[in-house]
């Protein structure tokens, strides 16, 4: 008995120090990820002032996320406080705010790869959603940002429980930069329709989410009392989808944020979603129904849309037509780097426990 109780309360204390190491190093692991090099160099965002563009660049902000997280006039807001530890805030994206010396190919990394300028990672944000911009929607939506009244907005904000570092540091909860795949060729223009191909389009904002292969889960780096994402793989048993017999009841599901039952659906941006237009929209749903419709919209096999193959562009003026396929000039996967000393350490308010 005694022998027993002595096994048990070492192994106890043993599972202690494992556990305390383990975290330990999470949290420096974490330090590193986080403060990481990531050497990507992507083609420019042509910018623009034509109307017809500017207003396709509102409606992406509007309808693609940017609004819930950076404000409707891009001064930026806190867009999760759970008051357990997690606080998360968009900054003020003015040219008042963090992107008052952006150059033309910043924007491009920051939206479409999750790469800062300085080319550490950006944490929360899901690029991953908007590495699929076609070239046109891309310039479209930095020319329409730019033109916000420069003011007065907050800071970004990452304030995560010690647990969700460590997690991040052991790779479990992966940055946007890490799951894009950096290589893939920007899509090819998709006409606006009804059509399965424009749904396949639009889907890729609830990859974040439901995941690349929209098979639902936890999502990564979510409060823990979130639910997890549904299966919306087309098709699928599972899938949510089921629940709606006609493009019509998807759609108000959009709008209203509410199942066919009246049940609210919790966390899904029906800020943005609601404003989706009715092609899109239904374009979606399209595509979440379509018998076979391959889904995996992420990564590499991507179907509709996408380009064949990167073409090498050249530095400077060249590589700013916007016809080109090819966005990277240069591009090597995220690895681990020292920091080289011209680039500065990752800026406040990204608040890290120990
Ligand atoms: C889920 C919330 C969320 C959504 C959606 C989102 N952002 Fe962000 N964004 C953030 C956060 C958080 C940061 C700060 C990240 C950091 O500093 O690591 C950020 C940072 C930025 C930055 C500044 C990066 C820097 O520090 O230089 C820009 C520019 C930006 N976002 C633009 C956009 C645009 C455009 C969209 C829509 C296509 C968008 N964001 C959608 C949360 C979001
Ligand atoms: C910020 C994360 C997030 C994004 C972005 C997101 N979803 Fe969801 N979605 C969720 C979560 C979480 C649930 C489960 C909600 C619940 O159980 O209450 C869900 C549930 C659903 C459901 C099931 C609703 C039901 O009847 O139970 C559908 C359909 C759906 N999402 C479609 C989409 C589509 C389409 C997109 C992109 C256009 C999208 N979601 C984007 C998080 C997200």
């Known amino acids: 008995m005694k022998r027993w109780i002595k ?4 192994s ?155 997690l991040y540091g052991l790779g479990a909860i992966p940055d946007a930069a890490a799951r894009i795949d950096h290589q893939l060729a920007p899509s090819r223009p998709v006409p606006a329709g009804v059509t399965v191909a424009n749904g396949q389009y639009v889907a890729n904002m609830c990859i974040g989410c439901h995941g690349a292969d929209l098979s639902g889960g936890k999502i990564p780096g979510g409060p823990p009392d979130w639910p997890a994402a549904s299966d919306l793989r087309p098709g699928k048993d599972g899938s949510a989808m089921a629940r709606y017999a006609s493009s019509a009841s998807f759609v108000t599901m959009l709008r209203t944020g509410k199942r066919p039952d009246g049940t609210p659906i919790q966390v899904m941006p029906f800020e943005s979603l609601g404003q989706l237009s009715d092609v899109d929209a239904q374009a979606l749903y399209l595509f979440l129904t379509a018998p076979g419709a391959h889904a995996n919209l992420g990564g590499a096999g991507a179907g509709v849309g996408q380009a064949p193959a990167v073409k090498d562009v050249g530095v400077g003026a060249a590589s700013v037509d916007a016809g080109s396929d090819a966005h990277l000039v240069r591009v090597e996967q995220p690895v681990l780097q020292p920091r080289p000393s011209n680039v500065p350490s990752v800026g406040s308010g990204l608040r890290m426990p120990g």
Not at 7 to 10: M, R
Not at 120 to 130: A, F, I
Not at 134 to 150: E, G, I, K, M
């Open 12 to 166: 106890a204390l043993l599972l202690a120090v494992i556990v305390a190491a383990a975290a330990a190093s999470g949290l420096y692991l974490a330090e590193q990820k986080r403060n990481r090099y990531i050497d990507i160099k992507p083609r420019p965002v042509a910018y623009t002032t034509d109307a017809q563009t500017i207003e396709r660049g509102r409606y992406l902000y509007a309808s693609r996320g940017c609004t819930d997280c950076h404000g409707a006039q891009g001064t930026g807001r806190e867009f999760v406080n759970d008051g357990k530890g997690t606080r998360l805030a968009g900054p003020n994206i003015t040219a008042a705010g963090v992107v008052a010396r952006y150059q033309p190919e910043d924007w491009n990394s920051v939206i479409r790869h999750g790469v800062k300028p300085n080319g550490r990672p950006l944490l929360v944000m899901p690029s991953e959603d908007y590495n699929r911009f076609t070239n046109d929607d891309l310039n479209a939506l930095v020319s329409y940002v730019r033109q916000f009244t420069p003011q007065e907005g907050t800071q970004a904000v990452v304030e995560l429980p010690r647990p969700a570092w460590v």
């Open 7 to 10: 096994w048990t309360a070492g």
